[in-house]
Every structure is written in C-alpha cells, then in structure tokens.
C-alpha cells in the first residue's frame, strides 16, 4: 500500500557531505513520522534522526551537530543531510515511517530498502 524509495547514498570521503532522500508514496492519508536508521555490518539497525509531524527532530548523540533532517510534507519527502562524515559512518541507511493509510484509516510502519553509505579514511 505504500512504498518508500530512498536515494543518495554513495561513497564519500571523511569530512565530506552527502544528502540522503525518501519519498513516500501509495495509498497515504497521513504520515505521522519519518525518519532514518542505518545498520553497519554485523551490528543492530539504530535510530539516526526522526521528524515528528509539527516538526519535532531527535537526533542520536553520534550525529547531531553535523547530520540535519528536514521534511517536506507536501512531497512526502524526508532528507538527511550528512556533513563532516566519518567513517563510522559507514553502513546502510533506511528510512522508517509510521504512515496512516488511507484504506481503513489504519497506521502501519515502514521501511525503505536501504541505500549503501561508505566513507573512506
């Protein structure tokens, strides 16, 4: 009923940018958060950064100061900007949602297929 597609990721080198999108899109009445989790190889997937509806950020400790997210609500986009990269950094990202739809009017949870973010020493 409703697909996210990520975009932007890449190989980067430390210190570089890089600017990560998500678009939802299907059967959407609402969409309460988004947000996006990364996954390094043999870890768990953790939170990054959430927008809430209203505008509300949480970062996790290990970004804030250089990652931003922001949220265009009427393209249902959410954007991870990624600055001084480093490599630990390094893993895939995906984007999360909690999208009320429009069949029912029930909310459901999300993910994206992930988007591979490398950066190099």
């Known amino acids: 009923q409703v697909q996210l597609v990520e975009s932007g990721g890449g190989l980067v080198q430390a210190g570089g940018s890089l600017r990560l999108s998500c678009a939802a899109s299907?059967?959407?009445?609402?969409?309460?958060?988004m947000g996006w989790y990364r996954q390094a190889p043999g870890k768990q997937r953790d939170l990054v950064a959430n927008i809430i509806r209203g505008g509300i950020t949480n970062y996790a400790d290990s970004v804030k100061g250089r990652f931003t997210i922001s949220r265009d609500n009427a393209k249902n986009t959410v954007y991870l900007h990624m600055n001084s990269l480093r490599p630990e950094d390094t893993a895939v990202y995906f984007c999360n949602a909690d999208v009320e739809v429009r069949v029912g009017y029930r909310a459901y949870n999300y993910w994206g297929q992930g988007t591979q973010v490398t950066v190099s020493s």
């Open positions: 299907g059967s959407i009445f609402s969409i309460e958060s």
